[in-house]
């Protein structure tokens, strides 16, 4: 089959790689109908390449038509339309039961220290084989994938894959009070739609914040209030302005959707980029005990928010060593909650939105289509935020 590999920084190929089979009774096989290309890759493409090995297959928002079933899947067959969510899990562990399948006891990277295997996500989460192929193994089929319609194109139900359900955390995390008020730092795919998800859920007040023309209008056209970074000279005039839209307090909440490449981190760029130069053992090594962020956003979250608010992170952080500013976090009695999506734990909440009223606009939020073997081409459109790409989807 064809998949996309990762053969080193910055450097994706199409390759013709062994089609998966079952290995295990709860394995499925899934042919894949669409797979998205996610803000997260990019790190994978920029940032995290110590954890790489060449001829990893990347990706990790999939869904397609199941072929084959192990025969602990009970309720899977060959036929069904299914989104496979990013994470594996068992579903059935006590952190599952708890709705944190994110930190499924079955799946458990425990060797890395880390929690569920990932779908095409270094070694860290498992070294997993990714979606971004022809055919993808799907390891515990009896809890993972999410059995959706025939019918509607596959637009209407991918993004419960990943983005769909990590912008609802995100909004969930933020506890944006009845009729209160939320700033997105970051209006990329998940930003964007933790913006939709919030105005649904009742926000009085949302802020998108950005420096992406294409973003901001996207934002804007849903009824977000938007602040383009290059309008202003510093953090403190862009925080002024959302204070002065909150009786000068801040927002109610923040929600940071950039994660570890913020921009305005010159100094925390240059030691990742060296350390994405390193022979890989020794910048293993190097990342897993002195790597470090790009905080500008979380930084800026911080000072944001009002005092007794909450800061909900859905941007993916690696560091170890960040330096982060506790006196204010405490002095301003901020509640921080952060971590990869439990997608399986929002997802039937999500479902009954994604119908043909399409609320949260699922329809028309890809802004580029493309065949896999464009793959290259559609990373670096998109790490370079070229041709106003926003969301990419790739078709096998």
């Known amino acids: 089959m064809k998949a996309v590999t990762w053969q080193g920084k910055r450097d994706v190929r199409v390759e013709t790689v062994p089609d998966p089979v079952i290995q295990e009774p709860t394995d499925a096989v899934v042919r894949i109908t669409s797979t998205g290309l996610c803000g997260s890759d990019l790190h994978l493409y920029e940032v995290l390449t110590p954890f790489m090995t060449p001829g990893d297959i990347l990706g990790h928002e999939p869904m397609g038509i199941v072929e084959e079933v192990g025969a602990g899947v009970p309720d899977l067959a060959a036929g069904d339309r299914v989104v496979v969510p990013f994470q594996i899990a068992c579903g059935s562990c006590w952190m599952c039961l708890t709705g944190l399948p994110t930190q499924c ?8 220290g880390m929690g569920a295997a990932l779908f095409g996500y270094t070694r ?13 193994r799907v390891p515990q089929a009896q809890f993972g994938p999410i059995k959706v319609p025939e019918g509607p194109p596959d637009d209407r139900f991918l993004y419960l894959s990943d983005v769909l359900p990590t912008a609802w955390q995100a909004v969930e995390y933020a506890h ?3 009729g209160g008020s939320v700033a ?5 795919p998940i930003g964007d739609m933790a913006c939709r998800v919030a105005l649904r859920r009742g926000a009085e007040q949302v802020f998108g914040v950005d420096l992406v023309p294409e973003r ?5 056209e849903r009824g977000v209030e938007t602040f383009d970074l290059r309008d202003f000279d510093s953090d403190k005039e862009l ?11 801040g927002p109610d909440s923040v929600i940071d959707a950039v994660g570890t490449e913020a921009h305005g981190s010159e100094a925390a760029r240059l030691v990742q980029n060296a350390a994405g ?15 470090v962020d790009r905080l500008a956003a979380l930084h800026t979250a911080i000072d944001l928010v009002r005092r007794g608010g909450t800061i909900s992170v859905s941007g993916v952080y690696g560091g170890m060593v960040d330096p982060l500013p506790l006196l204010t ?30 609320p949260l606009g699922v329809d028309s939020f890809a802004t580029h289509r493309v065949p896999l073997t464009e793959a290259p081409h559609a990373y670096e459109m998109f790490q370079r935020k070229q041709d106003g790409a926003v969301k990419i989807l790739m078709e096998p």
């Open 105 to 112: 006891e079955t799946t458990q990277c425990t060797g890395e």
């Open 124 to 136: 860290l989460y498992g070294a997993v084989p990714g979606a971004q192929a022809e055919y993808l």
């Open 176 to 178: 944006v009070p009845p």
């Open 184 to 188: 997105v730092l970051g209006l990329g």
């Open 216 to 220: 901001l209008r996207r934002a804007r």
């Open 239 to 249: 925080i002024g302005a959302i204070q002065d839209r909150t009786a000068g307090r």
């Open 277 to 291: 130069h390193l022979p890989r053992a020794v910048g293993a090594r190097f990342a897993e005990h002195l790597s």
């Open 329 to 358: 976090l405490f002095d301003k009695q901020i509640r921080l909650r952060m971590g990869q999506a439990n997608v399986r734990a929002w997802s039937d909440d999500i479902l009954p939105l994604l119908t043909d009223d399409d």
